[in-house]
């Protein structure tokens, strides 16, 4: 890893949830909550109507820290870590999404709100649409960012996939139990860097400093069995999904031109009444660092 980060600030900068969250402008500052029988890390700042940002795998709520600043300025911005995320706990079980919608209506109801709306990127798109499908009654909007909710046609990705469709071997690598915690914990960080290498449309959108956040993050035995989780409940999901009557709050979905803005083109529609699709050009799977300017653009646009 180079001695200083891309920005030229040194490697020496801070990783720590309450330090990082005070770095950043709009008043942010670091809290956990017991809620729905685990523990939740987030990050809050801003006023206005709520919205709450959730992150996706390998990564935690410090992925949304290039739009945060500016969602803050119009909204009451509560950046979490999910369950078995970053500096939330990290239980055996209850990985399915719809548990872990039930632990976000938990912290809203522990927050004293009623409503809020919802952002989700990767795994916390999955969590995004699982609470609008299970709490409407506290869900303003939802926007999906990259990734849609498991459903039926992901149980039927090939093996050895044919071009250009990218190879998501992680998908069953993370369903392997033991052998991750084994090969990662303590090297995380090259994982971190194979995939940003293959799904980044400019690597240098995720600095060495946001980089060494995430490998803080995930480089034990507990923190990879919890991430893990997130993608052995997939067959439960897809499950759950089939329960679901199409979601009637409006719903954005963006995509990566570089990444997964077809598949949101073909999932999507069906997950609800109110649908708008939106291609984020020169970007891949990361769209809050790579393109934080039009992510905040969308988000604002849509929530209003």
């Known amino acids: 890893m180079p001695d200083t980060l891309l920005d030229d600030a040194p490697l020496t900068a801070p990783l720590d949830d309450a330090s990082l969250a005070a770095s950043l402008e709009g008043g942010f500052t670091s ?9 939740l890390h987030y990050v ?3 006023s206005g109507e709520p919205l709450v940002l959730l992150g996706g795998w390998p990564q935690t709520w410090w992925q949304w820290n290039k739009v945060m600043p500016a969602l803050a300025r119009r909204y009451r911005v509560i950046a979490v870590d999910l369950r078995g995320m970053g500096g939330s706990a990290k239980p055996e079980g209850g990985y399915d999404k719809k548990t872990m919608a039930a632990d976000l209506r938990a912290l809203l109801t522990h927050l004293g709100l009623e409503r ?10 999955m969590v995004a649409y699982s609470f609008a499908a299970n709490h409407p009654e506290a ?11 498991p459903e039926e046609s992901w149980t039927r990705m090939p093996l050895i996939p044919q071009p250009p469709m990218r190879h998501l071997w992680w998908f069953a690598f993370n369903q392997v139990h033991g052998l991750p915690e084994q090969l990662l914990a303590g090297r995380y ?5 194979w995939l940003f290498g293959a799904m980044l449309a400019d690597p240098a959108a995720i600095d060495a400093h946001a980089r060494a956040v995430y490998a803080r993050a995930y480089d034990s035995p507990d923190a990879i069995r919890a991430g893990n989780g997130w993608y052995r409940t997939f067959t439960q999901d897809i499950a759950d999904l089939a329960d679901y009557a199409p979601v009637t709050v409006p719903l954005l979905a963006l995509g990566g031109d570089r990444s997964n803005y077809q598949r949101m083109v073909d999932e999507v529609p069906a997950l609800g009444t ?3 699709i939106v291609r984020v050009d020169d970007s891949g799977h990361y769209l809050p660092e790579e393109q934080p300017e039009v992510v905040t653009a969308e988000l604002t646009r849509f929530f209003g």
Not at 116 to 125: E, L, Q
Not at 139 to 149: C, E, K, Y
């Open 116 to 125: 809020a709306h919802i952002a989700g990127h990767d795994i916390g798109a």
């Open 274 to 276: 109110d649908t708008r």
């Open 139 to 149: 869900t303003g909007r939802i926007a999906l960012l990259d990734v849609s909710h």
């Open 31 to 39: 809290h956990h909550a017991e809620v729905n029988g685990t523990r």
């Open 44 to 46: 809050e700042g801003g």
């Open 189 to 193: 960080h090259l994982l971190l860097d």
